[in-house]
C-alpha cells in the first residue's frame, strides 16, 4: 500500500522541518535571554541541530566537524571565559536605536525572504559519485587536489591567530587611564 | 524539503544573528550571534552543495568554519584583555579609542 520510498521521503521532509525549525528557536534563543551562560547553552544545541541539518543534506565530514570544532572546542572557549569573568546579567532598556535596528533587520528578513520565494534554481550536474559525496575521503580529494592553495592560507591562518593569541596574554598592559 | 525552506531557515537564522549583534551589550553574547550567521551560511553552502551535487560548497563551509574558529579566539583573547585593565563588560563604554 505505501511505496517505501515516499514514505522515506515523508521521514526525511519531516524529519528536516523539525529540526530546521527548531534551530531557529535555539538561535532566537540565544538573543533573548539575558543570562550569557544560557545563551551558550542555546547555542550548543543550535549548533547540535546544524550538524544534524548537515547529516541530512549529504554532509558526514562536515557534520562531525561541527560538532568537534563548534560544538566542542569553541563552545567550552566561551563557557571558560564566561566562567572567568562571572555571567552578569545585562540590564535590557528599549530606547529609540533599538526600535530602529528592529526596523532594519525585519527590512532585511523580508527582503531575504522574497528574494528566497521568488523562483527556483537551476539544478546542475556534478561529477561526484553518490555513495562518495560528503565522505572524509571526496572532502579530502578535493580539498588536497582542487583547494590546495585555500587550505594552506587557512593553515597561515590559524598559525598568525595563535602567535596573536600568545602575545595578548602573555605580555601585561598598563591599565587604562580615563580622561 | 524544498530549496525555499532551506533558504528561509538560513535567511531566518542570518537576521536574528545580525539582531542579536546590534542589540546585545555583552562582548561575549556579540560573538556568539556572529556565530550564528557564519552558521548559517555554512548551512546555506552545503545545502546547496547537496542540491548541486558538487563539492565546492563543503571545501568553502570547512574553510568558513577554520576563520571562525581563528577569529573566536582572537577576540575572546581582546575581550579578556579588556576586561583585565577595565573590569566591565559593556561595548558602550569602552570608548578609549574614541575621537
Redesign the interface.
Known amino acids: 500500500m505505501f511505496d517505501l520510498a515516499t514514505v522515506f521521503e515523508f521521514t ?2 519531516t524529519v ?2 523539525t529540526v ?1 525549525i527548531t ?2 528557536l535555539a ?2 534563543g ?2 533573548l535571554c539575558s543570562s ?1 551562560i544560557y ?2 547553552l542555546y ?1 550548543i544545541s ?2 547540535i541541530c ?1 550538524a544534524l ?2 547529516l541530512l ?3 558526514e ?2 557534520a562531525a ?2 560538532i568537534i ?2 560544538a566542542g ?2 563552545m567550552i ?2 563557557l571558560f ?2 566562567a ?2 562571572g555571567g ?1 546579567k ?1 540590564a535590557q532598556e528599549h530606547t529609540f536605536e ?1 526600535s530602529i ?2 526596523t ?2 525585519f527590512t ?2 523580508g527582503e ?2 522574497l528574494s ?2 521568488v523562483g ?2 537551476k ?6 559519485a ?1 555513495e562518495l ?2 565522505t572524509a575521503k ?2 579530502g580529494l ?2 588536497y587536489s ?2 590546495l592553495v ?2 594552506e592560507l ?1 593553515s597561515a ?2 598559525l ?3 602567535v ?2 600568545i602575545c ?2 602573555k605580555f ?5 587611564k ?1 580622561r | 524539503m524544498g530549496q525555499e525552506f532551506v533558504l528561509l531557515i538560513s535567511a531566518s537564522v542570518f537576521c536574528v544573528g545580525a539582531c542579536g549583534f546590534i542589540i546585545r551589550k555583552n562582548p561575549l553574547i556579540m560573538f556568539m550571534s556572529v556565530e550564528l550567521m557564519l552558521n548559517s551560511v555554512n548551512f546555506l553552502l552545503i545545502a546547496y552543495s547537496s542540491f548541486l551535487n558538487s563539492l565546492d560548497g563543503q571545501i568553502f563551509a570547512l574553510i568558513i568554519m577554520t576563520v571562525a574558529a581563528a577569529e573566536v579566539v582572537v577576540g575572546l583573547a581582546i575581550i579578556l584583555t579588556i576586561f583585565r585593565t577595565r573590569h566591565e563588560m559593556d561595548v558602550d563604554h569602552i570608548n578609549a579609542l574614541k575621537g
Open positions: 526525511r521532509d528536516i522541518f530546521g534551530a531557529v538561535s532566537l540565544v538573543i550569557p545563551c551558550a547555542l543550535h549548533m546544524l541539518l548537515f543534506y549529504n554532509a565530514f562536515l566537524v561541527q570544532v563548534y572546542a569553541v572557549l566561551f571565559i564566561i572567568l569573568l552578569q545585562e533599538r535596528a528592529f532594519f533587520i532585511l528578513l531575504l525572504y528566497a520565494t527556483p534554481t539544478q546542475v550536474e556534478g561529477k561526484i553518490p559525496f560528503g571526496a572532502i578535493e580539498l582542487k583547494h585555500a587550505f587557512a591562518l590559524l598568525v591567530a595563535a596573536g593569541v595578548l596574554a601585561s598592559f598598563a591599565p587604562l580615563r
